[in-house]
Structures are given as structure tokens and as C-alpha cells.
């Protein structure tokens, strides 16, 4: 099993709309989780990653807290990295000890 853990940044719906082929999409919620990353030379790099969830509910609350939750990535192409939250995963705070409440 794969987790991430970061701060959550931001809530937002991402609008509906049509794809290039024309075809109708529905709004998307997402979450934005600051985390860093350790680099091959002992740097640390932040990034922030964009993920789709099922609801907002779950996230609104720990808006500004360090969360972590469980993860899946695949690779479609080559350079390109797609994290997504696994079904049925919640978001769980970490406290300052880097323990999960």
C-alpha cells in the first residue's frame, strides 16, 4: 500500500464541460496536498499535487492540517506520473509526531 501525506491546500470544483471530442463531463471535485519530495542528492523539493475525490466533505475540515491517505499511481506515458486516492480511502490528520489520529 502506497500513502501520501501533505498539507491540504485548497478544495475546489472543477466545472463540467466537453472534452475535445465534444462529449459532455461533469464537474470534479478536488483536493490539493502540499508535500515534499526527497530528491537523490538529500534535497527536499515541495510539490503540489492535484487529486480527484468523490466529495469534498471529507477534506474541507482539514483544510491548513497535514493529512495523510492511501494511494494508488500508474504511468501512462513515459515522464508522466498519475497519483489517485484509492475507493473508499479517507483522509487521516497527522499530528506533529508524524503519527495518524
Do not use: C
Not at 26 to 45: I, T
Amino acid at each position: 500500500m502506497l500513502q501520501m501525506t501533505g498539507k491540504v491546500v485548497n478544495t475546489f470544483t472543477q466545472e463540467g464541460g466537453q472534452d475535445k471530442d465534444g462529449k459532455d463531463y461533469d464537474a470534479r471535485y478536488k483536493v490539493q496536498l502540499l508535500g515534499e519530495f526527497d530528491l537523490p542528492n538529500g534535497d527536499v523539493k515541495h510539490d503540489l499535487v492535484d487529486l480527484k475525490v468523490d466529495s469534498l466533505n471529507d477534506w474541507t475540515p482539514h483544510k491548513g492540517k497535514d493529512v495523510t491517505i492511501d494511494i494508488g499511481v500508474y504511468a501512462p506515458s513515459k515522464g508522466t506520473v498519475i497519483y489517485f486516492i484509492k475507493k473508499g480511502s479517507k483522509p487521516q490528520v497527522v499530528n506533529s509526531y508524524n503519527k495518524v489520529n
